[in-house]
């Protein structure tokens, strides 16, 4: 298309301001990045000598495929046939780029009237006409063998392209290989690891490498804080020191919080053996950290903005104050486990993890969009502020630079980072914009620069989206306008279904689960992300100057966060918000190939409107599973249920059926989603009562998921209040929702709706004081108006099972037993032999590290008569009937 047809073709009187066509993608550095990136992946566990090894095959095979070209080359004293050479390059009088290889003298400008003819033209006409005459059957002889030789030069030229490209991979791939070697050899270098392989006992000086990470604690003990280091001195007896570069991860108390990145720290522990790219894990004692250097000045800075961010949100709403520092700089301290829950079920992570859309929100404030960024029509503030062009992309350097220090050099933010560095090379000098080549160009730094990066999932998950916005969301938008869908709408929604389809099989691998809402939730969150960016890093800006203009920005970037907050909680509390999918790369390739089929379906599915609409409302309905529906459709649960035990993972929730619509609950569960679906799907919209048997995270951890959406009358615990920081979790969650905590007393009788209980253990004080929260588990035997018996013992360890015996000499048998702490081996066989259950149910998590429940607790209750079900293998059991009529009924583990 030439530049008239363009001008003709634009919706300006004036033409268009870029009439020149851009030419095709430049897909060359594509395969030398994915070169680099698996040989920096294959390498990163390899040997020094195994790494040279690879990297002198593929630089071999890179020279076996170039050597015939040389070859040629140096024996015809020319390049390769199809290649251009000297002689075939335009000389004088050609225009400038022409790429013929014979010359065309350039025509003088006719400056004669018009109408006036030229003097001679018949005559230089008709000569011309007999030399043509003359030459045709010349020409045509020869033609054919000129198109010959054209298509044997073009065949050989093609045949060396190619063969240049692959030795390129290779040469990339050898540097890839190479760069893992050194890396794993470096981080394998020194005492570290081989102390680490005999858990012993270490004093090291290291370097703190990013901001300290909450840990989920397991309940056992206060609040952790993960923290990447790197150990540079190893202290030995004697004063002996050996310098090292080893990458550790150091498991520190809550007094490490507020260590800054660059800050070094002197730390005595104990070693064991790390994985991945980390070759060691430390635990550090609890107390201060010895600070031996203090963190250098730009960190410094950087934890000041940080800091001021949170300082100026700090008014806010528990959800927009924890999310605002993280949506912005990536400071996600504040976001507490309920609200990461439902940014992971919904597939909006990436939200909190700062990516390329935030650098690219700044950057388009500065330059505006990079492809008018050399026009005289270019966008952002620069060329309204008179900026030139190569200032501007100096500044946007600068900017890049800040944000990588600000929001710390994630994965995610690396990514960004270098391809924005690229384009912005790109602009100053002048060259073309494209932004799969800058992709590929940063992943190829990237991954020689820091080859760690080749097995980081936030880094493959990063690239695969951006790749997947310029090559595959573009094509996708056009299909769905063409089906009449709008500009801005189309463009969205390809984005996201977009993203969505590359992204999803890798979070199978490392998530065995598939995210059923995450193209709708994006799609709602995605409009206000831009807002509440811009509004935060003002914020962030305003707040070292002025704390009152800072803290107006925040309440005015909160409107937007909150509803992306709200998005993910509505959408993160939907029953079907999250399918099981099988995981690892099998359950990765299987996902790939069904998003490929429902991509093909999908694209014919559009030409039937009424199918695809149907199709909508089953997914749909699949999502929202109305309680009736799903009875009829699984058959759980029974309609008779009288005792439930969700599946919410290793940890325990069980329900205690009181009537239409209202049970009893004990314990929540670690997370809030599962033991929220299993409320759910039983239909209970009204607690009267929540007994958390004891503080334990396994039990609370989702005491949100129970008060979310529920009429919760009070909550009962233990009176043994620890560990503090659970039971400090309880206490101001409840608080939040209005609901009162109360300790159970033992002996306590109470009756609702034909279920009756009552509290067995803890002993009343004076009494021995437990060992731990699991013997302060609160104990209920229950009863239902049918008559049903069951005993409820929390997680009580073997004493205080016997304690339990000693204190109820009458306790009568049961009909169901939910087995103490997930079925471990430590039961008091007394104990199972006085109540001898007909029905035995094992809460436990499917592939725990603990090894429950434990084969010789099965076995013992198997041999008393039991039936044993466990959650990991039937999933929930709900429990009906009663005598004869007894049954358990699994909901097979599924969606």
Same mark, same amino acid.
């Given at each position: 298309?030439?530049?008239?047809?363009?001008?003709?073709?634009?919706?300006?009187?004036?033409?268009?301001?870029?009439? !020149?066509?851009?030419?095709?993608?430049?897909?060359?550095?594509?395969?030398?990045? +994915?070169?680099?990136?698996?040989?920096?992946?294959?390498?990163?566990?390899?040997?020094?000598?195994?790494?040279?090894?690879?990297?002198?095959?593929?630089?071999?095979?890179?020279?076996? +495929?170039?050597?015939?070209?040389?070859?040629?080359?140096?024996?015809?004293?020319?390049?390769?046939?199809?290649?251009?050479?000297?002689?075939?390059?335009?000389?004088?009088?050609?225009?400038?780029?022409?790429?013929?290889?014979?010359?065309?003298?350039?025509?003088?400008?006719?400056?004669?009237?018009?109408?006036?003819?030229?003097? #001679?033209?018949?005559?230089?006409?008709?000569?011309?006409?007999?030399?043509?005459?003359?030459?045709?059957?010349?020409?045509?002889?020869?033609?054919?063998?000129? @198109?010959?030789?054209?298509?044997?030069?073009?065949?050989?030229?093609?045949?060396?392209?190619?063969?240049?490209?692959?030795?390129?991979?290779?040469?990339?791939?050898?540097?890839?290989?190479?760069?893992?070697?050194?890396?794993?050899?470096?981080?394998?270098? #020194?005492?570290?690891?081989?102390?680490?392989?005999?858990?012993?006992?270490?004093?090291?000086?290291?370097?703190?490498? $990013? %901001?300290?990470?909450?840990?989920?604690?397991?309940?056992?003990?206060?609040?952790?804080?993960?923290?990447?280091?790197?150990?540079?001195?190893?202290?030995?007896? @004697?004063?002996?020191?050996?310098?090292?570069?080893?990458?550790?991860?150091?498991?520190?108390?809550?007094?490490?919080?507020?260590?800054?990145?660059?800050?070094?720290?002197?730390?005595?522990?104990?070693?064991?053996?790390?994985?991945?790219?980390?070759? =060691?894990?430390?635990?550090?004692?609890?107390?201060?950290?010895?600070?031996?250097?203090?963190?250098?000045?730009?960190?410094?800075?950087?934890?000041?903005?940080?800091?001021?961010?949170?300082?100026?949100?700090?008014? *806010?709403?528990?959800?927009?104050?924890?999310?605002?520092?993280?949506?912005?700089?990536?400071?996600?301290?504040?976001?507490?486990?309920?609200?990461?829950?439902?940014?992971?079920?919904?597939?909006?992570?990436?939200?909190?993890?700062?990516?390329?859309?935030?650098?690219?929100?700044?950057?388009?404030?500065?330059?505006?969009?990079?492809?008018?960024?050399?026009?005289?029509?270019?966008?952002?503030? =620069?060329?309204?502020?008179?900026?030139?062009?190569?200032?501007?992309?100096?500044?946007?350097?600068?900017?890049?630079?800040?944000?990588?220090?600000?929001?710390?050099?994630?994965?995610?933010?690396?990514?960004?980072?270098?391809?924005?560095?690229?384009?912005?090379?790109?602009?100053?000098?002048?060259?073309?914009?494209?932004?799969?080549?800058?992709?590929?160009?940063?992943?190829?730094?990237?991954?020689?620069? =820091?080859?760690?990066?080749?097995?980081?999932?936030?880094?493959?998950?990063?690239?695969?989206?951006?790749?997947?916005?310029?090559?595959?969301?573009?094509?996708?938008?056009?299909?769905?306008?063409?089906?009449?869908?709008?500009?801005?709408?189309?463009?969205? *929604?390809?984005?996201?279904?977009?993203?969505?389809?590359?992204?999803?099989?890798?979070?199978?691998?490392?998530?065995?689960?598939?995210?059923?809402?995450?193209?709708?939730?994006?799609?709602?969150?995605?409009?206000?992300?831009?807002?509440?960016?811009?509004?935060?890093?003002?914020?962030?800006?305003?707040?070292?100057?002025?704390?009152?203009? $800072?803290?107006?920005?925040?309440?005015?970037?909160?409107?937007?966060?909150?509803?992306?907050?709200?998005?993910?909680?509505?959408?993160?509390?939907?029953?079907?918000?999250?399918?099981?999918?099988?995981?690892?790369?099998?359950?990765? *390739?299987?996902?790939?190939?069904?998003?490929?089929?429902?991509?093909?379906?999908?694209?014919?599915?559009?030409?039937?409107?009424?199918?695809?609409?149907?199709?909508?409302?089953?997914?749909?309905?699949?999502?929202?599973?109305?309680?009736?529906?799903?009875?009829?459709?699984?058959?759980?649960?029974?309609?008779?249920?009288? !005792?439930?035990?969700?599946?919410?993972?290793?940890?325990?929730?069980?329900?205690?059926?009181?009537?239409?619509?209202?049970?009893?609950?004990?314990?929540?569960?670690?997370?809030?989603?599962?033991?929220?679906?299993?409320?759910?799907?039983?239909?209970?919209?009204?607690?009267?009562?929540?007994? +958390?048997?004891?503080?334990?995270?396994?039990?609370?951890?989702?005491?949100?998921?129970?008060?979310?959406?529920?009429?919760?009358?009070?909550?009962?615990?233990?009176?043994?209040?620890?560990?503090?920081?659970?039971?400090?979790?309880?206490?101001?969650?409840?608080?939040?929702?209005?609901?009162?905590?109360?300790?159970?007393?033992?002996?306590?009788?109470?009756?609702?709706? @034909?279920?009756?209980?009552?509290?067995?253990?803890?002993?009343?004080?004076?009494?021995?004081?437990? %060992?731990?929260?699991?013997?302060?588990?609160?104990?209920?035997?229950?009863?239902?108006?049918?008559?049903?018996?069951?005993? *409820?013992?929390?997680?009580?360890?073997?004493?205080?099972?016997?304690?339990?015996?000693?204190?109820?000499?009458?306790?009568?048998?049961?009909?169901?037993?939910?087995? $103490?702490?997930?079925?471990?081996?430590?039961?008091?066989?007394?104990?199972?032999?006085?109540?001898?259950?007909?029905? =035995?149910?094992?809460?436990?998590?499917?592939?725990?590290? !603990?090894?429950?429940?434990?084969?010789?607790?099965?076995?013992?209750?198997?041999?008393?008569?039991?039936?044993?079900?466990?959650?990991?293998?039937?999933?929930?059991?709900?429990?009906?009937?009663?005598?004869?009529?007894?049954?358990?009924?699994?909901?097979?583990?599924?969606?």
């Amino acid at each position: 298309m030439n530049r008239l047809e363009v001008h003709a073709g634009a919706d300006h009187r004036l033409g268009s301001a870029n009439p !020149y066509r851009e030419g095709p993608t430049d897909l060359r550095l594509i395969g030398p990045a +994915l070169g680099a990136w698996g040989g920096a992946a294959a390498a990163l566990n390899s040997s020094a000598a195994e790494a040279s090894w690879g990297s002198a095959l593929c630089l071999a095979a890179a020279v076996a +495929l170039v050597a015939p070209a040389v070859r040629r080359a140096l024996r015809l004293g020319s390049l390769p046939r199809g290649l251009p050479t000297r002689e075939a390059l335009p000389r004088k009088g050609l225009r400038r780029g022409a790429l013929t290889s014979r010359p065309v003298p350039l025509r003088a400008a006719d400056t004669r009237p018009r109408g006036e003819e030229k003097p #001679g033209r018949d005559e230089g006409s008709r000569g011309e006409g007999d030399r043509s005459e003359r030459d045709r059957g010349q020409d045509e002889g020869s033609r054919g063998e000129r @198109g010959r030789g054209r298509d044997g030069d073009a065949g050989s030229g093609a045949v060396w392209r190619y063969r240049g490209a692959a030795a390129g991979v290779l040469v990339c791939a050898a540097a890839g290989i190479l760069a893992g070697g050194l890396h794993a050899a470096e981080a394998r270098r #020194g005492p570290l690891p081989g102390l680490a392989a005999g858990f012993r006992q270490a004093t090291v000086e290291l370097v703190v490498r $990013a %901001d300290p990470k909450a840990t989920r604690s397991a309940g056992w003990g206060g609040a952790s804080y993960a923290v990447d280091a790197e150990v540079e001195k190893v202290l030995g007896p @004697g004063g002996r020191t050996e310098r090292v570069h080893t990458p550790v991860l150091v498991i520190a108390p809550a007094s490490w919080q507020g260590l800054l990145p660059s800050t070094r720290v002197r730390v005595s522990g104990r070693l064991a053996p790390g994985e991945g790219d980390v070759a =060691a894990v430390l635990r550090a004692p609890n107390g201060p950290p010895r600070i031996t250097g203090p963190p250098t000045a730009v960190q410094r800075r950087a934890g000041e903005l940080r800091s001021g961010l949170r300082e100026a949100a700090g008014g *806010l709403a528990p959800d927009v104050r924890a999310l605002l520092p993280g949506l912005v700089v990536g400071d996600t301290s504040r976001v507490t486990p309920e609200l990461r829950a439902a940014f992971r079920a919904t597939d909006l992570t990436h939200i909190m993890a700062v990516s390329g859309s935030n650098l690219a929100i700044m950057l388009a404030l500065l330059i505006g969009t990079p492809g008018r960024a050399l026009l005289a029509e270019r966008g952002g503030l =620069a060329p309204r502020l008179g900026i030139s062009l190569r200032t501007t992309a100096l500044l946007g350097g600068a900017l890049t630079l800040a944000f990588v220090v600000v929001c710390r050099p994630e994965p995610s933010v690396l990514r960004a980072a270098a391809c924005g560095l690229v384009t912005l090379l790109a602009i100053g000098t002048g060259r073309r914009r494209s932004l799969i080549p800058a992709l590929a160009a940063a992943v190829l730094l990237l991954v020689l620069y =820091a080859p760690e990066l080749a097995r980081s999932y936030g880094f493959l998950l990063s690239v695969l989206a951006t790749g997947a916005l310029l090559t595959i969301a573009p094509g996708w938008s056009a299909v769905l306008r063409r089906r009449g869908v709008p500009n801005g709408m189309a463009e969205v *929604l390809a984005a996201a279904a977009a993203a969505q389809a590359v992204c999803a099989p890798v979070v199978a691998v490392f998530a065995a689960r598939v995210s059923l809402v995450a193209v709708p939730c994006n799609l709602l969150a995605e409009p206000a992300v831009a807002l509440a960016t811009v509004l935060g890093f003002a914020a962030l800006a305003a707040a070292p100057v002025v704390m009152p203009l $800072a803290q107006l920005l925040a309440w005015c970037a909160g409107w937007p966060t909150g509803w992306i907050a709200s998005v993910a909680r509505t959408g993160g509390a939907l029953p079907g918000a999250q399918a099981q999918w099988p995981g690892g790369w099998g359950g990765g *390739l299987l996902l790939a190939v069904a998003t490929g089929l429902v991509v093909l379906v999908g694209r014919r599915l559009l030409r039937h409107p009424w199918v695809a609409a149907s199709l909508a409302l089953l997914l749909l309905l699949a999502v929202v599973r109305p309680v009736p529906l799903t009875r009829i459709v699984t058959g759980w649960p029974p309609p008779d249920w009288s !005792y439930a035990m969700c599946d919410v993972g290793q940890g325990d929730a069980t329900v205690l059926a009181a009537g239409a619509g209202t049970a009893v609950v004990i314990d929540a569960g670690p997370e809030p989603q599962p033991v929220d679906r299993c409320l759910h799907e039983l239909g209970v919209s009204r607690v009267p009562l929540l007994l +958390l048997t004891h503080f334990h995270a396994d039990h609370v951890g989702g005491l949100a998921g129970v008060l979310r959406g529920r009429s919760v009358g009070v909550i009962e615990t233990t009176g043994f209040g620890e560990p503090p920081d659970q039971a400090a979790f309880v206490r101001r969650t409840a608080a939040a929702d209005g609901v009162a905590v109360v300790p159970a007393r033992y002996g306590e009788r109470r009756a609702l709706g @034909g279920l009756s209980w009552e509290v067995l253990w803890p002993p009343p004080a004076p009494g021995p004081a437990p %060992d731990g929260p699991n013997d302060a588990s609160v104990t209920l035997l229950a009863r239902t108006a049918a008559g049903l018996t069951l005993l *409820l013992p929390g997680d009580l360890e073997p004493a205080s099972q016997q304690g339990l015996l000693r204190q109820n000499p009458g306790l009568p048998r049961v009909d169901v037993l939910k087995v $103490a702490h997930h079925g471990s081996a430590h039961q008091d066989l007394a104990l199972l032999g006085v109540v001898r259950p007909r029905l =035995a149910l094992i809460s436990v998590g499917r592939g725990n590290r !603990y090894g429950h429940p434990a084969p010789r607790t099965v076995a013992v209750l198997r041999a008393a008569g039991a039936a044993v079900l466990r959650t990991d293998t039937d999933g929930a059991v709900a429990v009906t009937g009663v005598g004869d009529g007894l049954r358990a009924v699994p909901r097979d583990r599924g969606p």
